[in-house]
């Protein structure tokens, strides 16, 4: 069996067939079985683990997340044949950031997990040709780049704002997002931790110029807030605002009389003693620990209203549940 060379230490995870030969790489190693080309002139080390890869996926990684996941990696596998004046953007650049997105389906025929990559350029400069990449004529009066983790993107605010075609709904889930603020609280993580955002600075990326969906781009913005903590509660929180009810308080700390802390609450209406709780994918711990949260509520007299994704479906239905609560 012919032993395949070892690459240069200077070559990473992902590199580009001109790095690999300015670097003495033979044509033929790179044409070995180690190595995939996920784009043409690129490679990628199949024998390291990408920080994104496909290792087993965690069981309780929900699909949103994995194909997250997926957009950071396939970013990541095309940046070393990109242009320098080029940036990641729209979808690819939220996903870089750490964006909550809709899951993308491939049209019938194409290949699923040919996750498009989406590329800006600003003027008249030549966009990218390539199967699985999307190039997008920008302009610096409407669109701000940074560097982030080593790569040129959009600043979360341009990349929000250039994100009009997305539902509403969505659209709020990432702008909370890239407002949220750490706020200090009861076993809170990350609690120094900056927001991407404000939303002023989304209301300025949305009047700096003509936008695809700007009537949307203004709604969504009124709607999002800086004290929500995953796209599910923030759309579980604009259909309870869209039935006309109260708007809900966000992740408010609770304690009993005797001041011990009971739980920290989706959303909830302390006046009236209602908690308004989303459930996602559950695992064995998180199971436990939510059910004795609930049970400490209940007992102190707090109303609870548990919110599944099947519920999500049927707004009425849980609009209709909240409001008799409230009554």
């Keep these: 069996m012919t032993r395949i060379g070892q690459l240069p230490s200077s070559l990473g995870e992902n590199f580009s067939v001109a790095e690999a030969r300015d670097a003495g790489v033979l044509r033929s190693r790179l044409r070995?079985?180690?190595?995939?080309?996920?784009?043409?002139?690129?490679?990628?080390?199949?024998?390291?683990?990408?920080?994104?890869?496909?290792?087993?996926?965690?069981?309780?990684?929900?699909?949103?997340?994995?194909?997250?996941?997926?957009?950071?990696?396939?970013?990541?596998?095309?940046?070393?044949?990109?242009?320098?004046?080029?940036?990641?953007?729209?979808?690819?650049?939220?996903?870089?950031?750490?964006?909550?997105?809709?899951?993308?389906?491939?049209?019938?025929?194409?290949?699923?997990?040919?996750?498009?990559?989406?590329?800006?350029?600003?003027?008249?400069?030549?966009?990218?040709?390539?199967?699985?990449?999307?190039?997008?004529?920008?302009?610096?009066?409407?669109?701000?780049?940074?560097?982030?983790?080593?790569?040129?993107?959009?600043?979360?605010?341009?990349?929000?704002?250039?994100?009009?075609?997305?539902?509403?709904?969505?659209?709020?889930?990432?702008?909370?997002?890239?407002?949220?603020?750490?706020?200090?609280?009861y076993g809170r993580p990350t609690t120094d931790r900056r927001p991407l955002a404000t939303r002023a600075q989304l209301r300025a990326a949305t009047a700096s110029g003509r936008r695809v969906g700007v009537r949307r781009l203004r709604q969504a913005v009124e709607l999002v807030r800086t004290d929500a903590w995953s796209p599910r509660e923030s759309k579980v929180r604009c259909i309870l605002v869209e039935g006309s009810l109260p708007e809900p308080q966000l992740n408010i700390d609770v304690y009993d009389d005797d001041g011990r802390f009971l739980a920290c609450i989706d959303m909830a209406y302390p006046d009236c003693k209602v908690a308004v709780e989303y459930h996602g994918i559950w695992h064995s711990a998180t199971y436990a620990h939510d059910v004795e949260r609930i049970a400490r509520l209940r007992a102190a007299g707090w109303t609870v209203i548990e919110v599944t994704a099947e519920l999500v479906q049927h707004p009425a239905d849980l609009v209709s549940r909240v409001r008799q609560a409230l009554r």
């Design 32 to 185: 070995a079985n180690d190595l995939a080309a996920p784009f043409r002139g690129t490679r990628r080390r199949t024998d390291i683990g990408e920080t994104d890869a496909a290792t087993e996926p965690d069981p309780r990684s929900t699909p949103h997340a994995l194909q997250q996941a997926q957009r950071r990696a396939r970013a990541r596998e095309y940046a070393p044949r990109m242009h320098p004046e080029h940036f990641f953007a729209l979808e690819t650049a939220a996903a870089l950031w750490g964006g909550p997105l809709p899951l993308f389906r491939a049209r019938a025929g194409d290949d699923e997990e040919q996750l498009p990559v989406h590329v800006g350029v600003f003027g008249a400069g030549a966009l990218p040709r390539m199967p699985s990449v999307a190039g997008h004529r920008m302009r610096p009066a409407t669109t701000t780049v940074c560097l982030h983790g080593g790569l040129r993107v959009t600043s979360p605010a341009s990349t929000w704002a250039s994100l009009g075609t997305l539902p509403l709904h969505e659209l709020v889930a990432l702008g909370d997002y890239f407002c949220r603020v750490w706020r200090p609280g």
